[in-house]
């Protein structure tokens, strides 16, 4: 189980820290990733990091004013938004990935095995 936090309403340009807490003793041996959904529009990836706390990917849209990290002694997963804009207005979700699925691409929704509920983002311009 997925239980996202830490959105809320920012101006543009702030900062804000997404968290992700994860249940279950197999966190560690799990890909997270993290994706958006802005209204009308599809999920979206935003960032991954591999099990371990190896490489890091993100989209385009969030490099280099993004990081996504985790802590497997807490089974947490965060992603640290700067600079944000209001394009970035979204739903953010984390997930799981247990490789199960790694037949698809790590940016793809199908590559995931769990979803948190999501977590409201809203940035004002």
């Known amino acids: 189980q997925l239980q996202a936090s830490g959105g809320g309403l920012v101006q543009a340009g702030g900062s804000l820290r997404l968290s992700c807490a994860a249940s279950?003793?197999?966190?560690?041996?799990?890909?997270m990733g993290w994706f958006r959904q802005a209204p009308g529009k599809e999920r979206e990836f935003v960032a991954r990091?591999?099990?371990?706390?190896?490489?890091?990917y993100y989209s385009d849209s969030v490099k280099g004013r993004s990081t996504i990290s985790r802590d497997d002694a807490k089974n947490m997963v965060y992603l640290q938004m700067n600079s944000l804009k209001p394009e970035d207005t979204a739903v953010y979700y984390c997930?799981?990935?247990?490789?199960?699925?790694?037949?698809?691409?790590?940016?793809?929704?199908?590559?995931?095995?769990?979803w948190g509920q999501g977590t409201l983002v809203t940035v004002s311009s």
């Open positions: 997930a799981a990935d247990s490789l199960r699925y790694s037949g698809y691409y790590y940016g793809s929704i199908d590559r995931y095995d769990y």
């Open positions: 279950g003793r197999t966190f560690s041996s799990y890909a």
């Open positions: 990091i591999r099990r371990s706390g190896g490489p890091t």
